[in-house]
């Protein structure tokens, strides 16, 4: 971390001294993005200023548009394989930079992001052949994309970005959450470092080393930027879809659960804990609330007991409530929202927080609260879940919808009833909808399908891929090339 540190400052450094001496290189105006000068080599993508992290991407932009796809690849390669191998250095510098969460699961992001994110093999390319001749759809990137990262998954949800992205041809700029942007420094000098010995490209990752609202500002209103993609909450979510630019955003959730009495009750609980009790909670598509149909509410308790997981009395909720829910904003905007000391701590801490003792290996609280308690409504990222009890299915699904606030994020059923599954999963509309199984079986991981930690739900991309990150360009050739028929 003290390495990080020097990197930063040296940075720093160099772009002061860069400023007051005569060999200032050009500085990009919003009006004039791409460099004119090749001036940015060996800076590893560390920037400080957001007009020469642009003009680097760029550069880098123009200099990977020059090469074969499998140059791209090489690249990507690298940045898994430092992902992979640094894992446990990576995954321990990201813990004890933003103190949330729980380490071997950061170390286990890490390691999961460079394995398995989407490479160029799915890029593709889509023919049609007719009386006419030849049309063929190639997938283009944008060019230099601008990048925000939550400080829930910092370097791995850049590691994600920039394989996606590279994949599809682009080159990125970073404004990381100002919580975890040690390791986001760390991690991409080294990306940077290892892609320009192999392949002589520096700052195909560019990344802010001070990020602040005004350099994403200044990132979602630049010139040479020509995609947004967000990966956070309502707030940026916000700001990115008035920046004016087209944008990618992976917005906010509150995955309800919904289990009826069909359902296999230890699976259930069994996929709640694995789910919900991840990285304590900090994922976007993690279980944050679950509504359980009466018949067999005080049955699906007893499995979370068997399971693991600690109960809450009613008394110890109401205390748990009052610590670790707060309110913030002001006016209109006042709400409820998860306290700081307590958002992504492991259960022992929630459970001290109320002078309850549980053992070190509980990773998750649950208990039972009426809908009116704030960890219904609020993306409470902390490993304790309310348990709602419901009249019957029905009653259950619509309370789902109802808290998951329109998000259309993520959405949960435990049930053998396929009615049931279908009602739910017409009814909340999310980009996710989990049948029988923890959340992250979504994506790849214990289910079927592919991974990415940029989901995108407003926009409507959902799992983003290298795809997600190009544009379509169509060639056609007219009454020639196709090889069927008659001469
Ligand atoms: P956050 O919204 O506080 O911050 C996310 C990023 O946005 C940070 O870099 C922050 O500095 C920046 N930011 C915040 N307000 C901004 C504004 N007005 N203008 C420009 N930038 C702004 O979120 P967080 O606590 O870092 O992350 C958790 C949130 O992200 C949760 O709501 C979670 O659901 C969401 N998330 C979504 C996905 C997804 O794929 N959909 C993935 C991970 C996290």
Known sequence: MQATEAIIRDVVQEVLAQMRGPSTPMRQGASSPVSPA??????????????????????????????????RKRAIDHIRRISIENCVELGTME???????????????????????????????????GDHGLAVIEHAPFGVIGCITPVTHSLPTITGN?????????????????????????????????????????????LIAEPTLESAGAIFGHRGVKLICVTGGPAVARAAMHSGKRAVVAGPGNPPVVV?????????????????????????IAEKEVFVVGKVFDAMLTAMDRAGAARLNAREVDALTRVAITKVGE?????????KEYLGQDA?????????????????????????????????????????????????IAKAKHYEH????????HSTNVRNMTKMGRAMDTTLFVKNGPC???LGLGGEGYLSFSIATPTGEGVTTPLTFTRERRCSMIDELRILGKA
């Open 38 to 71: 090749r001036g940015y080599r060996g800076r590893f993508g560390i920037f400080t200023c957001v007009d020469e992290a642009v003009a680097a991407a760029t550069e880098a932009f123009e200099q990977l548009s020059e090469r074969p796809i499998a140059d």
């Open 95 to 129: 813990m004890e930079e933003t103190k949330i969460g729980r380490l071997v699961h950061k170390i286990e992001k890490l390691k999961t992001l460079g394995e398995r994110t989407p490479g160029v093999e799915f890029l593709r390319s889509e023919v049609f052949s």
């Open 162 to 206: 920039a394989v996606s992205m590279i994949a599809g041809g682009n080159t990125l700029v970073v404004n990381p959450h100002p919580s975890g942007k040690r390791v986001a420094v760390e991690g991409v000098r080294r990306f940077n470092e290892a892609i320009h010995r192999d392949l002589g490209i520096d700052n195909l990752i560019c």
């Open 260 to 284: 009826d009495e069909t359902a296999d009750l230890d699976r259930a609980a069994r996929s709640i804990i694995q789910g919900g009790a991840y990285d304590n909670n900090l994922l976007c």
């Open 331 to 339: 006016g209109d905007h006042k709400h409820d929202a998860p306290a």
């Open 348 to 396: 022992a801490v929630l459970a001290r927080g109320i002078g309850k003792q549980v053992p070190r290996e509980v990773e998750l609280l649950f208990g039972e609260t009426d809908e009116s308690n704030p960890f219904v409504p609020v993306e409470q990222m902390m490993p304790f879940v309310p348990f709602v009890r419901c009249r019957d299915v029905d009653d259950a």
């Open 406 to 413: 329109g998000f259309r994020h993520t959405s949960i059923i």
């Open 440 to 442: 992250m079986a979504a």
